[in-house]
């Protein structure tokens, strides 16, 4: 369904349950809405907005997170018009210039972008996040000056931070600038020895100077810190080639090709070195793989002519060469090249016709050398561009998801690519698996082995009555547009029951539960509350009730940690105040532990609390729960991956390979880039 399609369909069935929301105040439905925007329910979190704004559309937040929400969801058109409603409400937010702004680069509109940070500067001018927009907003638009001005403003608020260096070596370049580009690199290398981008780029900047030596010494560091540049792999091997280094430049595009399967720079370079090495076969397929994924690339089309004529597919090469005539009428050697194939097919009046042809060009060669002919050949392409660095701090504030991993394997094939062959040369990013949860959703993984049984959830499942049976799984789908109405409709269902029924523990129990998919943490603990209090042996709303807990820790973390964050004194306040809820938390985790040891234990909640101790970096308690998780359940998949990434942390490095490779053997495939870049880093 088109998006705008969608919008109109959540304002018809929004319509349905008025009388639902009517019992709640518009901050609480705000609250709501920000809890389901951060936890990635962007669907959901867009109807409450909605139904905000249709109540009181005076205030200008609601169309900020709206905003938002349709960022996320790639509607950037709809979202720059909701930032626009904000601003015309309030144009005092910092917050709503930033969003527009945000909105605008993904639009390409760079000016106006530019235009919005530095609105949102005028309210907060040392935010130093806000400068780095700005930067990077200018670079696009061409302004380099003015986004050097506010990197070196930046730097000025924080010194000890080394990627502004790189930043600047890049504009240094776009400017030409190649004596500050080199001064720049060389202080980034300076400051951070480790980080293969200032190596990269510096080197790049030496190849372009003809310093052979000096690129190929830079390229050699880079790739030896684990750069995963595929520039880095095909601007070596171009090195290599030209110091007739004939094998380590295949084995520089061979290793370009395996971190990008489609990248048609590393099989021309390839394909022409074969050529040139006499391996004709395997130099035509990867010089057709070029042409037939880019059917314009002259150059790679006349090395397939060149290669197609040596193999005697003469008709084949005619088609190559006519196809370059076409398009370059003065090339001279696609002319003599048809005459060759048309004498090798017997074709003597076309060989003539083309032969005569040439020599009129041949003729007027010297009006072509002036301008008037083409030059299509060229033996090897650089990598020119320089990476923009991964851990670049722009365009990140709606990325919350940053603490856990966010795996999409279960959206694949199971015989997709990506689990087959080099697994270990996947990035993978070094985040802890995420908490398991209660839920009536979840996405297969037929790879994992974790025993996803326990007898305290069948139990619950067979001997309580539910429209669903409930499921433990680490991978919550979002509600859908079909689901949302649904749960909305099913706690009016279990409202009027408990009504009725005012003393069932499992009907708020229930309740509870949909409150949670809609994000209402607020009402769902006070749901789960009841249930306890109404049945104190109630494992799975201990179980829930730490989850609802650990979310809204992360809630109040997030806006601890927000740009506008409180002064020291609210600040102080609040880590106190956190102190308390995480040891709330704990304690529900331990109260499902302790109920449940009589039935097998509950090996999720010893991994969910191992998982807050971790955020907590209290290492030690984490890797004794991870343990005591393993131990109730040997193919702890999850247990394994998160125990073995602290046991690395904390340098038990014997240990945490281990258990990394018994994550991988349960299923977690991607353990294997870690160990090899772990490994590497250690040799």
Known sequence: MHLSKKIIFFIIIFCCRLPALAQWNT????????????????????????????????????????????????????????????????????????????????????????????????????????????????????????????????????????????????????????????????????????????????????????????????????????????????????????????????????????????????????????????????????????????????????????????????????EDYKIIIDRHPTFLPAYSGVARAQRALGNQQEYLKYIEMAQRLEENKEAIQQGKGDNIIAETIIANNIRRNQNSRTLNVFNRHAAQNIDNSAQESRYDSSVRGNVQNIFTDVLLEKNFSLTYYSKEDELRRTNLYNVTIENYNLYTPSYSPLRITNNETALTESTINIHFEKINEFSAKIDAESNNANLYFQRALEFVLIQDYESAIDDFNKAIQLKNDFVPAYFCRANVRYKLLELAEADNNHPDALDKTEKLSLDRRSEIDMEMVVRDYDKSIELSKDNGGFSFAHYNKANLLAAQQQFKSAIESYTAAIAQDADFAEAYFNRGLLYLFTEENEKGLADLSKAGELGIFKVYNLIQRFTEDNN
Not at 117 to 137: G, I, V, Y
Not at 160 to 178: C, F, H, I, M, N
């Open 27 to 318: 901050d609480r439905i705000l609250a709501i809405g920000k809890n389901a925007l951060y936890f990635e329910d962007y669907v959901l979190s867009i109807q409450y907005f909605n139904h905000i704004i249709r109540v009181k559309p005076y205030l200008w937040e609601p169309y900020m997170q709206r905003a938002v929400a349709k960022i996320q969801l790639g509607d950037y058109q709809s979202a720059e018009y909701d930032c626009n409603e904000a601003i015309q409400r309030n144009p005092f937010s910092p917050q709503a210039y930033y969003t527009r702004g945000f909105t605008r680069i993904k639009l390409q509109k760079y000016v106006q972008a530019a235009e919005d940070f530095t609105k949102a500067l005028e309210f907060s001018p040392q935010n130093a996040f806000l400068l780095s927009n700005r930067a990077l907003a200018c670079e696009l638009s061409g302004e380099y000056d003015r986004a050097k001005e506010d990197l070196l403003h930046y730097m000025q608020l924080h010194p000890k931070e080394v990627q502004p260096y790189y930043d600047l070596g890049r504009l240094s370049l776009a400017q030409k600038d190649t004596v500050a580009a080199e001064e720049y690199f060389d202080k980034l290398i300076e400051l951070d020895k480790k980080n293969p981008a200032g190596w990269s780029a510096r080197a790049l900047l030496r190849l372009q100077k003809k310093d052979l030596d000096g690129a190929l010494s830079d390229y050699d560091e880079a790739i030896e810190r684990n750069s995963n540049y595929v520039g880095d792999f095909i601007n070596r091997g171009i090195i290599h080639r030209q110091k007739n280094n004939f094998n380590e430049a295949i084995a520089d595009y061979n290793a370009a090709i395996e971190l990008d399967k489609n990248n048609l720079l590393a099989y021309y370079n390839r394909g022409a070195l074969r050529s040139y090495l006499g391996d004709t076969n395997n130099a035509l397929d990867d010089i057709r793989f070029v042409v037939e994924r880019d059917a314009n690339n002259m150059e790679a089309r006349y090395q397939k002519a060149l290669l197609e004529n040596e193999i005697g597919n003469y008709a084949q090469s005619i």
